[in-house]
Nanobody, 122 residues
Framework: QLQASGGGLVQPGGSLRLSCAASGSNLDYHAFGWFRQAPGKAREWVSCISSSGSKYNADSVKGRFTASRDDAKKTVALQMNSLQPDDTAVYYC??????????????????WGQGTLVTVSS
């Protein structure tokens, strides 16, 4: 089970840190992904972190967003900097059991959080 938090309203250029608390066993073997869905648009992949800690970002957020994980605390995070209005969306964390894979290529994440809304507006 995944529980996302940390969303809110932020001005353009600002920062937010999303967190995702995970429950269950063997989470350190899982990869975690972050996705977002803007109003009227399809859900898109944003970032992921493998079980070894390798991190990957979509081109649209490269250099601005960074995923991290703390397996001891069973949490993953998404640090978002230089936020822009186009980043406005509901953000979801997800977990995949193929943690050692190249996570941008993972599909069919079986575990999802409930989503947290990020609004970037002045």
């Amino acid at each position: 089970q995944l529980q996302a938090s940390g969303g809110g309203l932020v001005q353009p250029g600002g920062s937010l840190r999303l967190s995702c608390a995970a429950s269950g066993s063997n989470l350190d073997y899982h990869a975690f992904g972050w996705f977002r869905q803007a109003p009227g648009k399809a859900r898109e992949w944003v970032s992921c972190i493998s079980s070894s800690g390798s991190k990957y970002n979509a081109d649209s957020v490269k250099g601005r967003f960074t995923a991290s994980r703390d397996d001891a605390k069973k949490t993953v995070a998404l640090q978002m900097n230089s936020l822009q209005p186009d980043d406005t969306a509901v953000y979801y964390c997800a977990a995949h059991p193929h943690g050692g894979a190249y996570c941008p290529a993972l599909d069919g994440y079986p575990y999802w959080g409930q989503g947290t809304l990020v609004t970037v507006s002045s």
